[in-house]
């Protein structure tokens, strides 16, 4: 089965900062990964997926993440932090690509931004 | 841009009785979803839904819950009698099944009193 970890349940950076959120996870196959921001009361948005199509991906927001198989890992990352980011972050895993599996979500990080 | 949709936005009911949860996907999607966060927990996958029956489902999905999508439209997940530990909210979600990219709705804050 697959589990997603994220490094970290808070995180605080200052605005204009790097921001990077950490994200490992475990599977037995070739994972797709995903990223999802989600704001105070809302629901879930989609930051950026890896579909094994490039292991650096782009997503929203100026957001990118890096797909290393070697580390297991899909750490998320933005050159600059902005006030706006504040928000939760969970990364997920699917291990299957045709559309029944459920997503495996990590525990989430709340990214907090001081002025 | 298409969103995923649901109502009520926050329910509350008494232990024991029904509940019935709407969502209204994208009109493109094929595939439909249900999960859950407890407060302060992880986002927990329910079941999913391809071509009117159940593709797969977790161990939380037990007797109580059940899916349908009777009119092609609306995706409704119903808990027949509800305990306490039901409280959570709940997410809609869709997608083609490229990837398997989910697309959420904002949720339905259950409260079980």
């Known amino acids: 089965a697959q589990s997603v970890t994220q490094l970290g349940s808070h995180v605080s950076v200052s605005e204009g900062a790097l921001v990077l959120l950490r994200c490992n996870y475990s599977?037995?196959?070739?994972?797709?990964l995903f990223w999802y921001v989600q704001y105070p009361n809302q629901g879930l948005q989609l930051l950026l997926k890896y579909t094994s199509a490039a292991t650096l991906v782009k997503g929203i927001n100026g957001f990118e993440a890096e797909f290393k198989k070697s580390e297991t890992s899909f750490h998320l990352t933005k050159p600059s932090a902005h006030m706006s980011d504040a928000a939760e972050y969970f990364c997920?895993?699917?291990?299957?690509?045709?559309?029944?599996?459920?997503?495996?979500f990590g525990k989430g990080t709340h990214l907090i931004i001081q002025p | 841009e298409p969103e995923v949709t649901q109502t009520p936005s926050h329910q509350v009911t008494q232990m024991g009785q029904e509940v019935i949860l709407r969502c209204v996907p994208i009109?493109?999607?094929?595939?439909f979803y249900w999960y859950r966060q407890i407060l302060g927990q992880k986002v927990e996958f329910l079941v999913s839904f391809y071509n009117n029956e159940i593709s797969e489902k977790s161990e939380i999905f037990d007797d109580q819950f059940s899916v349908e999508r009777p009119d092609g439209s609306n995706f409704t997940l119903k808990i027949r009698s509800t305990k306490l530990e039901d409280s959570a909210m709940y997410f809609c979600a869709g997608g083609t099944g490229l990837f398997n990219e989910q697309f959420f709705g904002p949720g339905t804050r259950l409260t079980v009193l």
């Open positions: 599977s037995s196959v070739p994972p797709y």
């Open positions: 009109s493109n999607h094929l595939y």
């Open positions: 997920a895993v699917s291990v299957g690509g045709g559309g029944a599996d459920g997503l495996t």
